[in-house]
């Protein structure tokens, strides 16, 4: 099956530098290279290793839009994955809380398997962040087995071996009926001590290095108790705890996360939580983190001198990693660096990293492998590969073309006509297919939800954005008819809830009308809890003047599209400006600005039943019409499943397969399958 409508060079943009794509051979091997040669530095001993000065950080730049940077991370996360703790950053918005998101963004990534195939979210799997713990716990145990210190057990003569070479197996993820994880279990307490020893021994200097411990083996010792493993996540990223989570985790109350937590303090101690993670690698695997999108740190210069702040304090601070940052040359050289302090511009690897362009026989490699790709015989590629018509692209065969340039070429030279530009309305409904498609952003991005309303609102008629520099509020809307107060809480701390609920009916006992609005994701426990003392009184706020906006995966989709949408034009991907795309988010997103400005209540849509892809068989069915046919439209798939579903039914299932990838036209949505 070939679809007449869709043309195989369509898709000019790499969006998930994490799936699979076709390789041209030679296309910027050399900045390749260089990559991975920084890494090697950091990985070249064995587990455990002493901890490594992180290098310079390493800015990749494009000469212009399409040179294929995030192509080059694709190849870069493929080269790395079982060797690094690959970590994909999006842009901040708050500068007051920047590391704060760099640890959010770390703890959504670890708490994901390494691998991002169709068994990648089975609950079966452990997650980046179980390989880190049960390594830790491994080698520190193998350590005091060593020593004789702290350990009152006779064991074999090969269990250190053992213990450091499977550190998963050994304890078969804290599995009760398994010896060693039962030992763990029983005399944690007695050997926390000594682990902590342990770890100075190694030269991995941890602050609180005792909670630490109790957090991660709480997470990887009870893999199936979703509310302590939220709760663990939860301490990682400083979000304040109630007693109920400090008390699985097995915290004292003197390690609790003060509930008045202010944004600098959350923000200072998620730069500790960075730090440590970054010396528990020593125990796993180098961290590499990826900044995207940077093009948007120009669009403020306060943002921009944050972002240098980040990179600068990763390279001093921070060992056992490889920061990687991309941009295109013109944005950087014009918007970004000039407003970076001369101290954390020094931080980076100088020369920048430079991506090449396509030869024409590249040029030609690339043709070939987007028509093998759709199944077309080798005589249209030949009979396509014109040799008159590749002499104008490339005068010799020294001319190098950005890769997206050639592709629009391709493109119109298969449609044998000049092809009109996309649509805005059509660059977003692709984007918000895709993220529905992408469980790893089905999640609580306070930076993303702040722009929405800081950014994408601005200019709205009648409506004035004021930032705040509140402990609960980022920033007011005012209309003529009310105050309302936006915050960014991701915690369940019933205390900080509670003060919330108190400051927002205090104002609005001042000013009638007045609200507060907060967002929840669905993977964020409901607010109030059911068991807390202080629910009713929190209740009664969400009737009058609390607003609990609670997302579904198909609203996350249709907000963080917006964003992916202005990405694009900050980076020059599609032939928009950003003031273009506010315009069109203005019309877009109407229903959403009625919402979040109304009274309680206002355009709240009928609570729907979400099917949830992951927990029935329905994606491992997607999967497997969409391998055996290797590419057909989603309305053939929908036809071919066993029970009735909907498009974005099947394109949350294909989240769980990195091989499907999803093309997104206006005809019609075609699912491909990419083998590795």
């Known amino acids: 099956m070939n679809p007449p409508e869709f043309n195989p060079f369509d898709d000019l943009i790499v969006k998930d530098p994490r799936r699979p794509e076709a390789i041209v051979p030679g296309l910027n091997d050399r900045p390749l290279r260089i990559l991975l040669a920084q890494?090697?530095?950091?990985?070249?001993e064995p587990v455990p290793r002493a901890p490594r000065p992180a290098p310079d950080a390493l800015l990749v730049?494009?000469?212009?839009?399409?040179?294929?940077?995030?192509?080059?991370?694709?190849?870069?996360?493929?080269?790395?994955?079982?060797?690094a703790t690959l970590v994909y950053v999006l842009p901040f918005q708050n500068p007051a809380t920047v590391f704060q998101s760099l640890v959010l963004a770390i703890t959504r990534e670890l708490h994901f398997p390494t691998r991002s195939d169709g068994a990648a979210w089975d609950p079966e799997q452990p997650t980046q962040l179980d390989l880190l713990a049960h390594h830790l716990f491994a080698h520190l145990l193998a350590d005091l087995i060593e020593t004789r210190r702290g350990l009152?057990?006779?064991?074999?003569?090969?269990?250190?071996?053992?213990?450091?070479?499977?550190?998963?197996?050994?304890f078969n993820r804290g599995a009760k009926h398994d010896p060693w994880a039962a030992v763990m279990r029983e005399h944690l307490a007695v050997l926390l001590p000594f682990f902590e020893?342990?770890?100075?021994?190694?030269?991995v200097a941890v602050e609180a290095a005792g909670a630490w411990l109790r957090v991660l083996f709480q997470y990887a010792w009870e893999p199936f108790d979703a509310r302590g493993r939220r709760a663990a996540l939860d301490w990682i990223a400083a979000q304040p705890l109630g007693e109920e989570e400090l008390a699985r985790l097995g915290l004292r109350p003197a390690q609790e996360i003060e509930s008045e937590i202010s944004p600098e303090a959350a923000n200072e101690l998620c730069r500790s939580r960075l730090r440590d993670l970054c010396r528990l690698a020593s125990f796993f695997r180098p961290f590499v983190f990826c900044f995207d999108q940077t093009e948007i740190y120009g669009h403020q210069a306060a943002l921009a001198r944050s972002f240098g702040m980040v990179v600068a304090a990763l390279v001093n601070e921070a060992p056992n990693h490889l920061t990687l940052v991309t941009s295109?040359?013109?944005?950087?050289?014009?918007?970004?660096?000039?407003?970076?302090?001369?101290?954390?511009?020094?931080?980076?690897?100088?020369?920048?990293?430079?991506?090449?362009?396509?030869?024409?026989?590249?040029?030609?490699?690339?043709?070939?492998?987007?028509?093998?790709?759709?199944?077309?015989?080798?005589?249209?590629?030949?009979?396509?590969?014109d040799p008159a018509w590749l002499a104008e692209l490339f005068p010799t065969e020294r001319n190098q073309m950005g890769a997206r340039r050639f592709?629009?070429?391709?493109?119109?030279?298969?449609?044998?006509?000049?092809?009109?530009?996309?649509?805005?309305?059509?660059?977003?409904?692709?984007?918000?297919?895709?993220l529905l498609a992408e469980p790893k952003r089905h999640a609580f991005e306070p930076d993303t939800l702040q722009w929405l309303v800081q950014e994408a609102a601005r200019g709205l008629p009648d409506l004035e954005i004021e930032p705040l520099g509140s402990n609960y509020f980022s920033l007011r809307w005012t209309t003529p008819e009310r105050a309302c107060f936006f915050g960014f809480e991701g915690g369940t701390n019933w205390k900080r809830w509670q003060t919330i609920a108190r400051n927002i009916q205090g104002r609005a006992e001042r000013n009638p009308g007045t609200k507060a609005v907060f967002f929840r994701t669905p993977e964020l426990p409901a607010i109030p809890g059911a068991s807390w003392k202080v629910a009713a009184e929190i209740e009664s706020a969400k009737a009058a003047c609390l607003q609990m906006v609670a997302l579904t995966v198909e609203d996350i989709a249709e907000l963080y599209a917006a964003k992916e949408l202005f990405a694009d034009a900050a980076q020059g991907d599609i032939p928009f400006g950003t003031e273009q795309v506010i315009r069109f988010l203005h019309t877009q997103l109407a229903p959403w600005w009625e919402r979040l400005r109304g009274p309680i209540g206002h355009g709240v849509p009928p609570v729907a039943v979400p099917r949830k892809a992951g927990d029935s068989n329905l994606a491992g069915q997607v999967r497997e019409i969409v391998q055996r046919a290797r590419f057909l439209s989603i309305d053939e798939v929908i036809s071919q499943l066993a029970a009735p579903a909907v498009k974005d039914d099947v394109l949350k299932a294909c989240g769980y397969?990195?091989?499907?990838?999803?093309?997104?036209?206006?005809?019609?949505?075609?699912?491909?399958?990419?083998?590795a």
């Open 39 to 44: 890494f090697a530095n950091l990985s070249h």
């Open 61 to 83: 730049i494009s000469e212009q839009p399409g040179y294929g940077k995030s192509h080059l991370i694709g190849r870069l996360f493929r080269e790395l994955r079982e060797r």
């Open 152 to 170: 009152e057990i006779d064991t074999e003569p090969d269990t250190t071996a053992l213990l450091r070479a499977d550190p998963l197996g050994a």
């Open 197 to 203: 020893e342990a770890l100075e021994r190694r030269g």
């Open 328 to 385: 295109n040359q013109e944005p950087w050289v014009e918007r970004i660096k000039p407003y970076l302090e001369d101290a954390d511009r020094d931080r980076f690897r100088e020369p920048a990293v430079t991506l090449d362009g396509l030869t024409r026989a590249q040029g030609e490699d690339l043709v070939r492998l987007r028509l093998a790709t759709w199944q077309q015989p080798p005589e249209a590629a030949q009979k396509f590969l």
């Open 407 to 434: 592709l629009q070429k391709c493109k119109e030279r298969w449609a044998r006509k000049p092809v009109a530009a996309t649509s805005l309305a059509e660059l977003y409904q692709e984007h918000r297919e895709k």
């Open 657 to 675: 397969s990195a091989e499907i990838k999803i093309h997104a036209h206006p005809n019609m949505t075609v699912l491909q399958w990419q083998g």
